[in-house]
């Protein structure tokens, strides 16, 4: 087990129980508890968790939140979404990020890389290692910590359910950025209908990220696939890769494909 397979493995235990035991995780992740030690150590330095005595608490900021983002179904599945996306994103990339669980486990994840050591930094380069523009708060919060980051935050009307900023405010900033690649968190994806979510505020932002990305990214556990919402984001024919887990039907996968678009199964 890898490095980054093990750090997302403590904080999946961590989103479950609030607070990591060196001893417990060392068994649940099959390591040497002086392992174990280390990654919480460089987790948090990462401001990924809280450090005690003998194990770990979770991070204030990035758990205290509402009931949306503390539901922990699939969470297995979306943190191995979450890290095949950040495969998919280069160094300096400019990258949208809409709100969501998935697309949070995909900021989180893209922490990981850099705290990993995956890029070797050259000598006379000290920008950011990432751009995200985000209309999500909680996004925002665990990143602006981070100094290889740097974030941009769309302003707008906060949404209190999914700590969302929508509206024209919103609207106004993301017309004047282009981006590498926009991530898409969706509530709903149909091969006919296109890709969807429940509110029509957050729908019109997320098609303004689409739009303005040289490369779109869906990502979405299979639950979704098939499913309709209320509001249509855009069609799949903006959409140049979908993200999912391993539950996809080949069929399903199949029509995907077929509408030009790269599916990547985990």
Known sequence: MSKQERWSRLLELLAV?????????????????????????ELAEQKL????RG???????????????????????????????????????????????????????????TGGGVFERAENFSGPLYTVVTNALNIASELAVRPQFKIVVTGGVARTQTY????????????????????LGVDGVDPQLGVMTHHEDEAGISRLFAERARKVILVTDSSKI??????????????????????????????????GIEVISV
């Open 17 to 41: 129980d609030g607070r990591l035991d060196v001893e417990e995780a060392a068994v649940s992740v099959a390591v040497s508890q002086a392992t174990i030690r280390r990654d919480l150590d």
């Open 49 to 52: 968790l809280v450090r005690t």
């Open 55 to 113: 194990g770990a608490i979770a991070h204030g900021v990035s758990y205290e939140l509402p009931l949306r983002y503390k539901s922990s179904r699939r969470v297995s599945e979306k943190r191995r979404i979450a890290s095949a996306v950040a495969e998919l994103v280069g160094e300096g990339d400019v990258v949208g990020l809409n709100g969501g669980t998935t697309t949070t486990e995909v900021a989180r994840a893209l922490v990981l890389r």
């Open 164 to 183: 969302e900023l929508v509206g024209p405010l919103a609207e106004g900033v993301l017309n004047q950025v282009v981006l590498d690649v926009a991530v």
């Open 226 to 259: 098939g499913k309709s919402a209320f509001a249509r984001i855009c069609g799949l024919d903006r959409v140049d890769v979908l993200v999912t887990d391993s539950d996809l039907g080949a069929d399903a996968a199949a029509r995907f494909t077929d509408a």
